[in-house]
């Protein structure tokens, strides 16, 4: 898995490594129950604090796309590319809502009225 990131760019160092590891299961080019490159490795790699990585893992652990196992490291979950592209869906949603000026709470009362 190739994860390339910008540091000069708007979006948060943590938020470019999660979006392109949902991106690589949406494609199914990691799968379920494969095993990513432990944080102190990938962060060398990338040339970021090991913190950036473990926070990119946590927002993609608390997605439910990936399972942090003792002894095992960090492993692609079962829920499968489907909920990662409504995942991946929901955060361009919101990014593009916010663009447009709306706040959070307009974006879920305009989806409540659909």
């Given at each position: 898995m190739l994860i390339q990131i910008d540091p000069a760019a708007?979006?948060?160092?943590f938020a470019q490594i999660a979006g392109q590891i949902r991106r690589s299961i949406v494609e199914q080019r990691v799968g379920h129950g494969e095993r990513l490159p432990p944080a102190k490795e990938l962060a060398s790699s990338l040339d970021v604090n090991m913190h950036t990585v473990l926070r990119a893992y946590d927002v993609l652990r608390a997605?439910?796309?990936?399972e942090v196992r003792?002894?095992?490291?960090?492993v692609v979950s079962s829920v499968g590319?489907?909920?990662?592209k409504l995942i991946e869906l929901a955060h361009?949603?919101?990014?593009e809502a916010a663009r447009q000026g709306l706040s959070r709470r307009e974006l879920v009362k305009?989806?409540?009225d659909v």
């Open positions: 708007e979006t948060p160092l997605e439910g796309l990936l003792r002894g095992r490291g960090v590319p489907g909920r990662a361009a949603l919101v990014a305009l989806l409540e």
